[in-house]
């Protein structure tokens, strides 16, 4: 499995970015998706996860009410909506795949998944 994020960049405080990440290798709709961030100095940390339905999903607490993950099975492709951007969410972020074998089920640990994205940074800064 081969996973290219993409989306980063500079954006103001308050403002909005949409990630997506393509995988490549395999049929998507096997796998159990993710986002991750490392921030410079810190754990790499969950940020959301989304079943392979895209049904059942998970938001960290931090981000809670302002980011959205989301799949599109067809396009091969998931992607994080980041809304009212702060500047602790300034960080790499990371796209990670991992097999599941139900429909439902979403991963929250980054020990869970297998295969991870090269990153993509996010700035947010005035």
């Known amino acids: 499995v081969q996973l290219q994020a993409s989306g980063g960049g500079l954006v103001q405080p308050g403002g909005s970015l949409r990630l997506s990440c393509t995988s490549s290798?395999?049929?998507?709709?096997?796998?159990?998706m993710g986002w991750f961030r490392q921030a410079p100095g810190k754990e790499r940390e969950f940020v959301a996860s989304i079943s392979r339905s895209g049904g059942p999903s998970s938001v960290a607490d931090s981000v809670k009410g302002r980011f959205t993950i989301s799949r599109d099975n067809a396009k091969s492709t998931v992607y994080l909506q980041m809304n009212n951007l702060k500047s602790e969410d300034s960080a790499i972020y990371y796209c990670?795949?991992?097999?599941?074998?139900?429909?439902?089920?979403?991963?929250?640990?980054?020990?869970?998944?297998?295969?991870w994205g090269q990153g993509t940074l996010v700035t947010v800064s005035s």
């Open positions: 990670a795949a991992q097999f599941g074998s139900s429909m439902r089920v979403y991963f929250t640990d980054k020990s869970d998944y297998s295969y």
């Open positions: 290798g395999r049929r998507f709709s096997f796998d159990v």
